[in-house]
């Protein structure tokens, strides 16, 4: 019989399941059982599992439909034969002997269940943190006993935090709520502790959870998602009045769970603000209906603000920002969702508006300015060095581009021939920096230049959304002129994506840790959606974006001639000789920063060993334009910009051939990335000396000799 059964539930985490499988084979545990309940069947089949994680002793169970992830749980429940039963997510991992030890204690201590904590994978960021909620509240090893006597068990959050002895879980009948299709855990978790005979908490972190972009804890709530975490705290709140009624737990346990509720309402969902701003839409009438049966007639004495449970809790408003109970607001919020009134609830929680900075002193000028906002890899350096090589003579034709904050000449990239063009700009944007806007507007008085075109790619971030706050501080600071147009060069999709990939990864960008299949099923979703990106711009600068077909333009071999249509700039302006093209990076140097990201997650050191590398001698021969990915993803990523932007594009002047892309994909040969050359890891090597990569050592910094 198994010592201990893994279940993972998968759905479509390709990039991360080898991982997380090889995670638990490593930690060598004889008798492991590693379960995977496929539940896309739609999209996978058992093959296409086992050929992302390998044939090694791990069983494979396949839903006929999409049931969710807690069924999914319970499919891989009902065959598994461990003594013990631990869940993994499918995008997460354990740590070197995490798993290992976590089933040391639990034998040691002989509990039902065993809690370990976790650290978290910032995907955005690109680095791991290890202080959570989890490590704050059960830091401490110990066996702690049932949950009245560990009363803080009771806001555990996720199963994949515990370790089950099977037979309890029998004996409890621990299982998922199928019809909880997300937010399923803590339900789950509360059955758990209330029925645990026994609770030890190892205090030590023995997995990573990926904080991913696109996962449901992270994405905004929608009708679904409000109803399914409602329909969570109904039930938890439920669960917990019904052990007080039969006497298994005192009454104070239910009090906790109710104001636990509350300030879950209050701080962190969207229900009450939903139902406040629309109070006649079905949905809110259900919503409003349900929260007043759920919370009751129930009130709050004032010392329940001083109960030494509560107290330890962390709770947040919405985007992680930092939330305290204050008893006076609480007592008023709940006192309006009981009498029905969620306007006013809404209001006690209403944040005040963040003001945009105060509009930059309106300077008229009498001329018209381009705004050549990006994107990313559609040949904004070589515009940029076009325009910087001519620059004197466009003046003598009304064209300025100007020197102030141009930092071509101060900027050092990590790879020899990037450029960020007016980025000085952008920067004095976000720091409101009026010296340099005074400059700006200085320089372009004394031009007497009739179009002022500002060039920088990163006003546009293709992987976050679009803030309109950001983007209303870039319209104060360009103010003043007679008429504003906003351009953006766009790219067929799977090769701008692949490029964009390999400037991030190779510049030491966070974001890009893992691979370039892992950052586009991050990013996918926001990167390819052209209306989320550019209507704030257009909104705020009341003009539609000109959108220059990149692909049709070097075809035609005039990606400068489109430019300048674009621009509205005379179509005879000569085009400056010399190359000013970023080089691709090849894939066995993607490959090379891809292994810097793992290795090195202090950014500045990480950039330093970058820049090195790339200046050092060193050509490892392989086709630099390969794409990275196989054909069939990047005709998902075609089809996808398709769904999400064809119909802006289209209004905008942009009809590619969207059918013609993905059958040019289709046809064209591709064959994977190849080991990475010896010659590569060398130059590496080197870059880490001659960058003075230093590592962290106890007692201090050892350089690398």
Not at 175 to 201: H, K, N, W
Not at 301 to 315: A, C, E, Q
Not at 386 to 400: A, C, E, F, M, P
Not at 620 to 625: F, M, Q, T
Request: aromatic share 8%; hydrophobic share 40%; glycine share 8%.
């Amino acid at each position: 019989m198994p010592f201990v059964s893994v279940i993972v539930p998968f759905f479509d985490d390709v990039p991360y399941l080898r991982l997380a499988v090889d995670s638990v084979r490593m930690q060598a545990v004889a008798g492991t059982e590693i379960i995977i309940v496929n539940d896309n069947p739609a999209r996978f089949d058992a093959a296409a599992i086992r050929a992302i994680c390998g044939d090694d002793g791990v069983t494979i169970l396949e839903h006929a439909e999409n049931r969710g992830p807690a069924a999914a749980r319970n499919t891989g429940l009902d065959v598994a034969q461990g003594d013990y039963v631990v869940y993994l997510d499918a995008d997460d991992y354990y740590l070197d002997g995490g798993l290992r030890e976590h089933l040391q204690f639990a034998q040691e201590t002989g509990a039902d269940i065993t809690h370990a904590p976790y650290d978290v994978l910032q995907m955005r960021q690109n680095k791991v943190e290890n202080k959570t909620r989890e490590g704050m509240l059960f830091g401490e090893r110990g066996l702690r006993g049932r949950l009245v006597d560990f009363p803080e068990a009771q806001f555990m959050p996720f199963t994949s935090s515990l370790l089950f002895r099977r037979d309890f879980i029998e004996r409890a009948n621990c299982r998922f709520d199928p019809t909880q299709r997300g937010v399923e855990d803590r339900l789950c978790v509360l059955q758990a502790v209330t029925s645990a005979g026994s609770i030890a908490t190892l205090g030590k972190p023995v997995r990573v959870y990926r904080r991913r972009i696109g996962s449901l804890t992270s994405t905004p709530e929608d009708d679904g998602k409000r109803l399914l975490a409602l329909g969570l705290m109904e039930k938890c709140l439920a669960l917990m009045a019904a052990e007080v009624e039969s006497g298994r737990l005192p009454p104070v346990f239910f009090r906790r769970e109710l104001f636990h509720t509350i300030a879950r309402l209050m701080h962190g969902r969207s229900h009450v603000r939903e139902i406040a701003a629309a109070p006649e839409s079905s949905h809110a009438k259900e919503l409003s209906a349900r929260i007043r049966a759920m919370l009751g007639d129930k009130t709050f004495g004032p010392k329940i603000f001083n109960d030494p449970v509560l107290t330890r809790l962390s709770y947040r408003k919405v985007k992680g920002e930092p939330a305290m109970i204050e008893p006076g607001l609480f007592q008023k919020f709940h006192s309006a969702l009981r009498e029905g009134d969620f306007a006013a609830a809404a209001a006690v929680t209403a944040r005040t508006p963040r003001k945009l900075p105060a509009p930059a002193v309106h300077v008229p000028v009498s001329a018209r300015l381009v705004l050549h906002i990006g994107a990313h890899k559609t040949g904004t350096t070589f515009v940029q060095g076009n325009l910087r090589q001519t620059r004197s003579d466009l003046v003598k034709r009304g064209i300025l581009f100007p020197e102030t904050g141009d930092m071509a000449e101060d900027f050092d990239p990590v790879r020899p021939g990037g450029s960020p063009g007016h980025q000085g700009l952008l920067n004095a944007v976000m720091a409101g920096d009026d010296a340099v806007r005074a400059a700006l507007f200085d320089e372009i008085a004394r031009s007497g230049a009739e179009v002022v075109v500002i060039s920088c790619e990163n006003i546009l971030r293709p992987l976050v959304e679009t803030a309109p706050k950001r983007v209303g501080m870039i319209d104060n600071f360009f103010s003043g002129f007679t008429r504003r147009d906003l351009v953006v060069g766009l790219r067929r999709p799977d090769i701008w994506a692949d490029r964009l990939y390999r400037e991030l990864v190779c510049n030491g960008l966070g974001g890009t840790r893992g691979s370039a299949e892992a950052f586009y099923h991050e990013f996918s979703g926001i990167m390819f959606d052209l209306p989320s990106q550019l209507a704030p711009f257009e909104d705020q600068f009341g003009t539609r974006t000109k959108l220059i077909n990149f692909d049709a333009a070097v075809s035609a071999g005039r990606l400068w001639g489109a430019h300048l249509d674009a621009f509205g700039l005379p179509p005879d302006l000569p085009e400056a000789s010399g190359s000013w093209r970023n080089p691709i990076p090849s894939r066995s140097d993607v490959a090379a920063a891809e292994l810097v990201h793992y290795l090195v997650p202090e950014p500045d050191a990480r950039r330093a060993l970058l820049h090195a590398f790339f200046r050092l001698p060193g050509v490892d021969g392989a086709r630099s334009d390969a794409p990275l990915l196989p054909p069939e993803a990047r005709v998902a990523q075609i089809e996808m910009a398709r769904r999400m932007s064809e119909h802006f594009a289209a209004e905008r002047g942009h009809t590619p051939d969207w059918d013609g892309w993905i059958a040019a994909v289709r046809a064209e040969p591709w064959q994977p990335p190849g080991p990475l050359p010896l010659s590569v890891l060398r130059r590496l090597a080197d870059a880490a000396q001659v960058g003075g990569l230093t590592v962290q050592a106890q007692g201090g910094v050892l350089p690398v000799d």
